[in-house]
């Protein structure tokens, strides 16, 4: 079975699914391999030149219900392949539709249909159930992929970077909860700052449609949206992480070194928090002060959580006034302290955006503008996309969010507004020239390493525009990114495990690999395609940056999952869930 699985993922390094249904359909008709909206656009992409019509076909009865002429010839900037739209728009009943392209054949089936994109959404946020920590997935709702308890972390070390008045080197602390990274088992303070403040701003964005938001997890019929049962998990996770001495935050909870292609369960090696950094810390205030805000409205159901929130968020950030430079340096610390820690370094060279972020959320939680007072918001610049080393954007989003309530200063919401609808402007310039129709992507910068996020956080930032704006260019651009990244791409996978049927097999991730079952982990977003190839794995198709990649559990470059990049994926598909009619 191995050398099978493995033999598929060197056929989909050209472009060929390792499945008889999907070999009898033509891999250069691309889109959404999961549906469409009956009212929002259509839109496929032929990767061809050499044809001018296509239909669009019942999928049962092979009834043409519309015809139309392919657009004109567009050229990648990438790979120089030409590609032509067909747009069917106007196929708006609900049903199971194919395209046919004279020539080429037909492509797979899909969906039109309200809440075409609901099991997304759900799925995406359902995978965070699966990386928890501590805890033993039961088949109730796990399904096949149940598994025992493991890192219960409820004796975990103080490494020797990590001493401090109370905590000598080697105590013992409990740190449970969490969510597993990524393809690894760490536990990491900044990349689950950037996670959480995505959850929690999709909550505050659009409340109302997670009140049925059921994702069959334990916590399920408690009276809380699921999507909060889930954010407390890690929060829990989180608070355990500050100093109670000093109110400084760990950098990491991880192994020494990463662990085999184990299940969690095997994975035995003794586990340390490593650290306080001030990024860790300004993350975690930010985060700390957005769940007070969050969690207020469910004092009845969490009894103190929202008081005890805004209590560590005062401390951290009087520590980071004190440690205002704290940057964790892994090779440095090394030198220093046994043991070598290896793991993920999430290090950064500069603090300026998480002081960003951190303020923006304490101001908009407290009311107080002395948290905003020393701050400069950078708002001169062009906006930057949110990514774990730079999320002063989520500070921006949250301050949109309650300028009224806020009564920010005319200039300053202004120049806030300006913001982002320039940044969403300049993503749809040229977007009739792209050859997958798509703002992802016009250039190779686009394609870093966990290339998938960077299309959910642009779709995120055209629906904040499309927010302010209620010009539903902007809705329909985000609607695209979703079409990237369930199929309409250059290397035609759908890139969410579990949907579509060009569909990713062998992310890198340990639970996936270790678990014995052929399918892998649902609803998690693989990294997507990455030119700069770090793992060196054999079988990349080219170095084309918009097809380099490789469905390949080897291919940690651009095929592992990460909660960040999972984060963005969720609230990308939810959005557009509540908001496209």
């Given at each position: 079975?191995?050398?099978?699985?493995?033999?598929?993922?060197?056929?989909?390094?050209?472009g060929?699914?390792?499945?008889?249904?999907?070999?009898?359909?033509?891999?250069?008709?691309?889109?959404?391999?999961?549906?469409?909206?009956?009212?929002?656009?259509?839109?496929?992409?032929?990767?061809?030149?050499?044809?001018?019509?296509?239909?669009v076909?019942?999928?049962?009865?092979?009834?043409?219900?519309?015809?139309?002429?392919l657009?004109?010839?567009?050229?990648?900037?990438?790979?120089?392949?030409?590609t032509?739209?067909?747009?069917?728009?106007?196929?708006?009943?609900?049903?199971s539709?194919?395209i046919?392209?004279?020539?080429?054949?037909?492509?797979?089936?899909f969906?039109?249909?309200?809440?075409a994109?609901?099991?997304?959404?759900?799925?995406?946020?359902?995978?965070?159930?699966?990386?928890?920590?501590?805890?033993?997935?039961?088949?109730?709702?796990?399904?096949k992929?149940?598994?025992?308890?493991a890192?219960?972390?409820?004796?975990v070390?103080?490494?020797?970077?990590?001493?401090s008045?109370?905590?000598?080197?080697?105590?013992?602390?409990?740190?449970?909860?969490?969510?597993?990274d990524?393809g690894?088992?760490n536990?990491?303070?900044v990349?689950?700052?950037?996670?959480?403040?995505?959850?929690?701003?999709?909550?505050?964005?659009?409340?109302?449609?997670?009140?049925d938001?059921?994702t069959?997890?334990?916590?399920?019929?408690?009276?809380?949206?699921?999507?909060l049962?889930?954010?407390?998990?890690?929060?829990?996770?989180?608070?355990?992480?500050?100093?109670?001495?000093?109110?400084?935050?760990?950098?990491?909870?991880?192994?020494?070194?990463?662990?085999?292609?184990?299940?969690?369960?095997?994975?035995?090696?003794?586990r340390?928090?490593?650290?306080?950094?001030?990024?860790?810390?300004?993350d975690?205030?930010?985060?700390?002060?957005?769940?007070?805000?969050?969690?207020?409205?469910?004092?009845s159901?969490?009894?103190?959580?929202?008081?005890s929130?805004?209590?560590?968020?005062?401390?951290?950030?009087?520590?980071?006034?004190?440690?205002p430079?704290?940057?964790?340096?892994?090779?440095?610390?090394?030198?220093?302290?046994?043991?070598?820690?290896?793991?993920?370094?999430?290090?950064?060279?500069?603090?300026?955006?998480?002081?960003?972020?951190?303020?923006?959320?304490?101001y908009?939680?407290?009311?107080?503008?002395?948290?905003?007072?020393?701050t400069?918001?950078?708002?001169?610049?062009?906006?930057?996309l949110?990514?774990?080393?730079?999320?002063?954007?989520?500070g921006?989003?949250?301050?949109?969010?309650?300028?009224?309530?806020?009564?920010l200063?005319?200039?300053?919401?202004?120049a806030?507004?300006?913001?982002?609808?320039?940044?969403?402007?300049?993503?749809?310039t040229?977007?009739?020239?792209?050859?997958?129709?798509?703002v992802?992507?016009?250039?190779?910068?686009?394609?870093?390493?966990?290339?998938?996020?960077?299309?959910?956080?642009?779709?995120?930032?055209?629906?904040?525009?499309?927010r302010?704006?209620?010009?539903?260019?902007?809705?329909?651009?985000?609607l695209?990114?979703?079409?990237?990244?369930?199929?309409?791409?250059?290397?035609?996978?759908?890139?969410?495990?579990?949907?579509?049927?060009?569909?990713?097999?062998?992310?890198?991730?340990?639970?996936?690999?270790?678990?014995?079952?052929?399918?892998?982990?649902?609803?998690?977003?693989?990294g997507?395609?990455?030119?700069?190839q770090?793992?060196?794995?054999?079988?990349?198709?080219?170095?084309?940056?918009?097809?380099?990649?490789?469905d390949?559990?080897?291919?940690?470059?651009?095929?592992?999952i990460?909660?960040?990049?999972?984060?963005?994926?969720?609230?990308?598909?939810?959005?557009?869930?509540?908001?496209?009619?």
């Amino acid at each position: 079975m191995k050398l099978l699985l493995h033999m598929a993922a060197s056929l989909a390094a050209f472009g060929l699914y390792f499945s008889p249904a999907y070999a009898q359909h033509s891999d250069a008709i691309r889109l959404n391999q999961v549906g469409f909206y009956p009212a929002a656009p259509k839109v496929a992409v032929i990767v061809t030149d050499a044809a001018n019509t296509f239909e669009v076909k019942e999928a049962k009865s092979k009834k043409t219900v519309f015809k139309g002429k392919l657009g004109d010839v567009r050229t990648s900037q990438h790979s120089g392949r030409h590609t032509r739209l067909a747009d069917f728009s106007g196929v708006q009943k609900p049903g199971s539709y194919v395209i046919e392209v004279p020539g080429l054949g037909k492509s797979v089936p899909f969906n039109v249909g309200a809440q075409a994109h609901r099991d997304v959404a759900r799925a995406s946020l359902k995978a965070f159930y699966y990386q928890r920590a501590s805890v033993e997935l039961s088949q109730k709702f796990a399904g096949k992929w149940a598994r025992p308890a493991a890192h219960p972390d409820n004796k975990v070390l103080i490494h020797a970077s990590a001493v401090s008045e109370g905590r000598p080197e080697s105590t013992i602390i409990s740190s449970s909860r969490g969510w597993y990274d990524a393809g690894d088992y760490n536990k990491y303070i900044v990349n689950s700052g950037i996670t959480m403040g995505t959850l929690l701003s999709l909550y505050e964005d659009y409340p109302l449609y997670f009140e049925d938001f059921n994702t069959n997890i334990p916590e399920s019929e408690n009276g809380v949206p699921d999507l909060l049962d889930e954010v407390i998990w890690n929060l829990r996770w989180m608070l355990t992480m500050q100093d109670p001495a000093d109110g400084g935050v760990y950098h990491k909870l991880t192994n020494p070194r990463f662990d085999g292609m184990i299940m969690p369960d095997a994975a035995k090696n003794p586990r340390y928090v490593v650290q306080k950094s001030t990024a860790a810390t300004l993350d975690f205030v930010a985060v700390m002060a957005q769940a007070s805000r969050v969690f207020k409205s469910f004092d009845s159901k969490f009894p103190g959580l929202s008081d005890s929130c805004m209590t560590a968020a005062v401390k951290g950030w009087q520590w980071a006034g004190k440690h205002p430079a704290a940057l964790y340096n892994q090779d440095a610390m090394n030198k220093q302290f046994d043991p070598d820690v290896v793991t993920g370094t999430y290090g950064e060279r500069s603090v300026k955006d998480e002081w960003i972020w951190a303020a923006c959320e304490m101001y908009a939680t407290t009311g107080k503008p002395e948290y905003l007072k020393e701050t400069d918001l950078e708002l001169q610049q062009p906006m930057a996309l949110p990514t774990w080393s730079q999320v002063k954007t989520l500070g921006y989003y949250t301050l949109l969010r309650f300028a009224e309530t806020l009564q920010l200063p005319a200039g300053q919401a202004g120049a806030l507004y300006k913001t982002v609808l320039n940044y969403a402007d300049q993503l749809l310039t040229d977007l009739q020239d792209q050859p997958y129709h798509t703002v992802m992507g016009k250039t190779a910068r686009d394609y870093a390493w966990g290339s998938s996020s960077v299309a959910a956080n642009q779709g995120i930032a055209l629906l904040y525009a499309y927010r302010l704006s209620k010009d539903r260019k902007y809705l329909h651009a985000a609607l695209g990114n979703l079409d990237y990244l369930l199929g309409r791409n250059a290397t035609g996978y759908c890139l969410l495990t579990g949907f579509g049927s060009k569909r990713v097999m062998h992310p890198h991730h340990r639970l996936s690999i270790a678990d014995g079952i052929v399918d892998p982990v649902p609803g998690l977003l693989s990294g997507g395609p990455n030119p700069g190839q770090q793992d060196k794995c054999a079988g990349y198709p080219n170095k084309f940056a918009d097809e380099s990649f490789i469905d390949s559990d080897c291919s940690y470059a651009s095929n592992e999952i990460a909660i960040n990049w999972n984060a963005p994926m969720v609230y990308l598909a939810a959005a557009l869930e509540a908001s496209v009619k």
